[in-house]
Each structure stands twice: as C-alpha cells, then as structure tokens.
C-alpha cells in the first residue's frame, strides 16, 4: 500500500505525468511537487530519463494553464465572474481574488506569469488574468514554459536527491509522499469549508 502512488505513476508512464500535470494545474487538489518528485525517484531508479520527463512534465503544465488562460482570453469579466461566484468554492478561490491578481499582473508586467511559476497557489491562478488581460498567446506559453522548466527540473533533482538519500529505506519515501498528499488534502479541504460567497461577505 505504501507504494501504491509510486507504482500507479510509474506504470502510466509519460503520458500518465502529462495527464496528471495538466490536471494539477486545472483541479485541485493534484500537487505537482509529488508528481514530479516521484519522477525523480524513478529516474533515479532507472526507470524514467531526465530529458524527456522533464519535457513532457513541462508540457502538462503548460496545457493545463493555457485552459485557464484560454478561458480569461475567450470569455472575459462579463461572462466569467458570475461562473466563478457560483463555482468558485470548488476551485477555493473567488471573483476578488481573481481581481487582485489582475491588478497584481498589470503592474508587474508579464514575467509575472514566468515568476509565480514557482509559488504552489499563485502559479495557477495568474493564468486566468493573463488571459483576461489579452497577453499575447505567444508570450505567455513561452513565460509558462521557461518557468515551468525551471520549477520541474528542481523537483525532478529533489526527487532523484531523496531517491539516493533514502536508497537504503524506500518505506520512508512512499511515507514522505503520502504526508504531502495528506496535507495538501487537507489544504483544500479546509479551504473548501471556510470558503465564504463574497455576497454573504459584502452583506457582513
């Protein structure tokens, strides 16, 4: 059991990392630092290459927030916010703070999108004002990309680390994981349940 992730990931292959980085970055909770760490582990283990893990993790995430980019770019305020206000506490965020990362994007400029690459909740969510602000499509999959690239290769070499670190104890590895998957379960859910409409805020 305490192996399971490790086994179910390795046996969907690089089609399986595409498919689980492009969920990680479209719906909660699915942590990417598991994905790709695992992947490290494997490529320690001779069961995964580097290169080519690190390509097509990248190119999930890149997939996955061109659907919220897509979404802001195609749809826009009018039609997005009332979506986001019914549907938000799924996806534990709002229509404020959508906002403010629209306002944060527009004064930072785009390589804000290359930057929060490495923030866990940021990287996501900034995908959506990106799109709402008309960002070039060019720019913002190459922004993605580049900063992609970076964070998934310092997890795959974290992964790799743990890999030869733990050699000799590999129970503990599948218990690292599963810890990780538990907390950030347990993020969302707690998320998920303190989660307040903004309309019963702006009542209050």
Not at 7 to 33: C, W
Not at 87 to 104: C, M, N, P, S, Y
């Amino acid at each position: 059991m305490d192996t399971l992730i490790i086994d179910l990931i390795e046996r969907g292959g690089y089609i399986g990392i595409f498919l689980l980085m492009a969920l990680e970055n479209i719906i909660p909770p699915v942590p990417s630092e598991v994905i790709m760490g695992v992947g490290g582990l494997l490529v320690q283990r001779g069961s995964m290459e580097f290169w080519p893990l690190l390509l097509i993790g990248t190119l999930g995430t890149v997939a996955g927030n061109y659907c919220w980019y897509w979404l802001g770019d195609t749809y826009g305020y009018q039609r997005l916010e009332p979506f986001v206000d019914r549907w938000g506490r799924w996806l534990t965020v709002d229509w404020e703070h959508i906002a403010k990362a629209q306002l944060f994007f527009v004064r930072r400029g785009h390589w804000v999108v290359f930057l929060l690459r490495f923030s866990p909740f940021l990287r996501t969510i900034i995908s959506l004002p990106a799109g709402l602000a008309h960002m070039p499509k060019g720019k913002f999959l190459l922004f993605t990309f580049a900063g992609s690239l970076i964070w998934n290769a310092l997890l795959i070499k974290g992964g790799e680390w743990l890999g030869h670190w733990l050699e000799d104890s590999q129970h503990i590895i599948a218990w690292i994981i599963l810890g990780m998957i538990a907390l950030t379960v347990a993020g969302y859910v707690w998320r998920l349940f303190t989660w307040t409409p903004r309309a019963e805020r702006e009542d209050n």
